[in-house]
């Protein structure tokens, strides 16, 4: 499946104002066909109580970019997609700089696709959180 024409990073970035992954302050830094990437500063307002970064910043950041990752590669005649499985393995933290999530496909299906992200902390490749996410893909009402 290619990715959708005129799908670019600045059209999910303009996406993103005014919704959960703007006021986070995430960052599409990468599309292109099979890869979605993107970027997020760690700040105070996404830690938890106990100094170490949120699990829902990491599984937000993770989710955002296989929906982004979806909506780019919609089959044709699909308008959008739901969530409907996500699973998230936390293996570290950051309390400092920017983590990023890299969305790659696993299935792409005419009724479901079927993404794996990968959470880093900056530039580093050693994994933060692993994470898989499956969409049902939505079609027009006949």
Same mark, same amino acid.
């Given at each position: 499946? $290619? %990715?959708?024409?005129? =799908?670019?990073?600045?059209? #999910?970035?303009?996406?993103?104002?005014? /919704?959960?992954?703007?006021?986070?302050?995430?960052?599409?830094? +990468? %599309? =292109? +066909?099979?890869? !979605?990437?993107?970027?997020?500063?760690?700040?105070?307002? %996404?830690?938890?109580?106990?100094? #170490? %970064? &949120? /699990?829902?910043?990491?599984?937000?950041?993770?989710?955002?970019?296989?929906?982004?990752?979806?909506?780019? &590669?919609?089959?044709?005649?699909?308008? $959008? #997609?739901?969530?409907? +499985?996500? =699973? /998230?393995?936390?293996?570290?933290?950051?309390?400092?700089? $920017?983590?990023?999530? +890299?969305?790659?496909? !696993? &299935?792409?299906?005419?009724?479901?696709? !079927?993404?794996?992200?990968?959470?880093?902390?900056?530039? $580093?490749?050693?994994?933060?959180?692993? #994470?898989?996410?499956?969409?049902?893909?939505?079609?027009? =009402?006949?």
């Amino acid at each position: 499946m $290619s %990715l959708r024409p005129g =799908k670019d990073p600045a059209d #999910f970035n303009r996406r993103s104002q005014g /919704a959960l992954p703007g006021l986070m302050g995430m960052q599409v830094t +990468e %599309l =292109k +066909e099979g890869r !979605v990437v993107i970027a997020l500063d760690v700040r105070p307002e %996404l830690m938890a109580p106990n100094g #170490f %970064l &949120h /699990a829902g910043t990491i599984v937000s950041l993770a989710d955002t970019a296989a929906g982004y990752a979806c909506i780019a &590669h919609l089959p044709e005649g699909a308008e $959008s #997609f739901t969530t409907i +499985e996500l =699973k /998230a393995n936390m293996l570290g933290t950051a309390r400092e700089g $920017s983590i990023r999530a +890299e969305a790659k496909p !696993v &299935h792409l299906g005419r009724t479901t696709q !079927v993404w794996d992200a990968i959470v880093y902390a900056g530039t $580093s490749d050693k994994p933060l959180a692993l #994470f898989r996410c499956t969409q049902l893909i939505l079609y027009p =009402k006949k």
